[in-house]
């Protein structure tokens, strides 16, 4: 088992920055594929960046390039989600996610996930 603890959440105009933490525990954390997600009101659950195990690879859906950051830490099982020029349209509930398998070219399908965050709140007003 692996637990996943999110925080960093919080309100922000439009155009400030918010960064994201994810607490592991459990098994060990090197060894998993991880990612976040996000889902809004009324919405799907949506990828939003991932990490590969080692760090050195990482992939973002195309509305967060440029503005969006996935980094992690394997001596202190974090990783994090940096969040630059917010948009009204980032508003959601951030989920981290763990895999124990690399997803490989379903990195953004949330039921290649084995552990997910309780999630934290973002919300970018205007």
């Known amino acids: 088992q692996v637990q996943l603890v999110e925080s960093g959440g919080g309100l922000v105009q439009a155009g400030g920055s918010l960064r994201l933490s994810c607490a592991a525990s459990?098994?060990?954390?090197?060894?998993?594929?991880m990612a976040w997600f996000r889902q809004a009101p009324g919405k799907e659950r949506e990828f939003v960046a991932a990490?590969?195990?080692?760090?050195?690879?990482?992939l973002y859906t195309d509305s967060v390039k440029g503005r969006f950051t996935i980094s992690r830490d394997n001596a202190k099982d974090m990783v994090y989600l940096q969040m630059n020029s917010l948009k009204p349209e980032d508003t959601a509930v951030y989920y981290c996610?763990?895999?124990?398998?690399?997803?490989?070219?379903?990195?953004?399908?949330?039921?290649?996930?084995?552990?997910w965050g309780q999630g934290t709140q973002v919300t970018v007003s205007s």
């Open positions: 459990g098994r060990t954390f090197i060894n998993y594929f």
């Open positions: 996610t763990a895999a124990a398998a690399n997803p490989g070219i379903y990195y953004a399908v949330p039921n290649r996930y084995d552990y």
């Open positions: 990490i590969s195990s080692s760090g050195g690879r990482t």
